[in-house]
């Protein structure tokens, strides 16, 4: 089912001729019945009986809204243009919003795609384009797109780990974007048949569930000291290698390898040592 736009008939001009149909009326039904001229009274009142029926097809469209039209349960149509309006008083009118609305989803606990649990939330801002899917394609067309955002969310979750373990891995930390993207359509997918387009959708809460918060903790803490250490030991190395290259250049002094070795190990020691080192001075010879 497709949206069809019937927007009536402008409203305002209509009100008046009815306001000035009823005077009329009124004042014919009354001088009829003073003057007891019956067929004139009779017709007079039954003209304003139909002003009345014919009253009930006013109805007001408010920017960024949409009124269904029904006709003993079939869609007539949607009305879009914003104004007074007149249609068939026994249509029935129901109101849809087409404004821009968001929620947020509820804090869901699943696992990665390593099974570990992580707790996720996501911002999903959508709205209506077709009125007549949403009104007759669902049942609560607001609940189904709560429900289903929720049911996107859980599914890509499980398609990625929390934490990247390679360089360049897709996951839900390091790829905000590109997983924002994905739980876009992902969501999109699920309610194209309910008439409701997606705007944007964010991710608002990311985090390792409480009972392996303090291990994973561990984790990145480790992770972190071992990828410092690395740095640190790339840079020790290359400043003892500069400093024998810059010995044997400049003809300071002359060593074998066994004291190359002692003097890399000691430098070493005092270069990647978490604490300050004690110096040992030599005030003897080169060797003794």
Not at 58 to 82: C, D, E, W
Not at 84 to 113: C, G, H, M, Q
């Amino acid at each position: 089912m497709r949206e069809r736009e019937r927007n009536g008939v402008p409203g305002v001009g209509l009100a008046l001729l009815f306001i000035a149909a009823g005077i009329a009326l009124g004042w014919l039904g009354i001088t009829s019945a003073i003057a007891q001229r019956p067929v004139p009274a009779v017709a007079g009142g039954l003209g304003i009986i139909a002003l009345v029926i014919l009253s009930f097809g006013f109805f007001v469209v408010a920017p960024n809204q949409g009124k269904v039209l029904q006709f003993f349960g079939s869609y007539a149509g949607t009305a879009r243009t914003p104004g007074l309006r007149w249609a068939n008083p026994f249509y029935t009118k129901r109101k849809i919003s087409l404004r821009i609305r968001n929620f947020e989803t509820a804090k869901l606990k699943v696992n990665d795609n390593r099974g570990n649990p992580v707790e996720i939330a996501a911002v999903v801002v959508w709205k209506v384009v077709d009125t007549a899917e949403a009104a007759f394609q669902v049942d609560d067309y607001e609940n189904y797109v709560h429900v289903q955002s929720e049911a996107a969310l859980r599914a890509m979750a499980m398609n990625y780990p929390y934490d990247p373990h390679v360089a360049g891995e897709v996951s839900l930390t390091s790829h905000t974007s590109e997983i924002s993207d994905r739980l876009k359509g992902e969501i999109q997918e699920r309610l194209a048949k309910a008439g409701v387009e997606v705007i944007e959708t964010r991710m608002s809460h990311m985090a390792y569930a409480p009972e392996i918060a303090s291990a994973m903790l561990r984790k990145q803490q480790a992770g972190a000291v071992v990828a410092a250490r690395q740095k640190i030991v790339e840079g020790a190395v290359g400043m003892v290698e500069n400093a024998l290259q810059m010995l044997s250049e400049k003809n300071i002094i002359a060593l074998d390898d066994e004291r190359k070795a002692s003097m890399v190990s000691n430098l070493l020691v005092v270069l990647c040592s978490e604490h300050s080192t004690q110096p040992v001075v030599n005030t003897g010879t080169l060797y003794h």
